[in-house]
């Protein structure tokens, strides 16, 4: 089983970017999904989660009404749209995969910063 995260970079404050993080290996319309990640010498925070239908979709409080998680069963892939970017958003982005089997991506670097 395989989460591979891609879609990082440096963006400028109030820019947008788009991860994305394709899943094999397992049955991915079964797994509730998670976008986390971690900032230098900080734990790592959820951002959000959607369930397997994508009906619900709970935002961290620092990010809601930027952020926007979605998914594609079909293309076995989840998504992370983040809008008007802050410095603050620095951070290594991971995707998590969560049912019967939990399963973590390598993680993509997102940069915020003029």
């Known amino acids: 089983a395989q989460l591979v995260e891609s879609g990082g970079g440096l963006v400028q404050p109030g820019g947008s970017l788009t991860l994305s993080c394709a899943a094999s290996?397992?049955?991915?319309?079964?797994?509730?999904m998670r976008w986390y990640r971690q900032a230098p010498g900080k734990e790592r925070e959820l951002v959000a989660g959607?369930?397997?239908?994508?009906?619900?979709?709970p935002y961290a409080d620092s990010v809601k009404g930027r952020f926007t998680i979605s998914r594609d069963n079909a293309k076995n892939t989840v998504y992370l749209q983040m809008n008007s970017l802050k410095p603050e958003d620095t951070a290594v982005y991971y995707c998590?995969?969560?049912?019967?089997?939990?399963?973590w991506g390598q993680g993509t670097q997102v940069t915020v910063s003029s």
């Open positions: 998590n995969a969560i049912f019967i089997r939990t399963y």
């Open positions: 290996g397992f049955i991915f319309s079964n797994y509730y």
């Open positions: 959607i369930n397997s239908s994508g009906s619900s979709t």
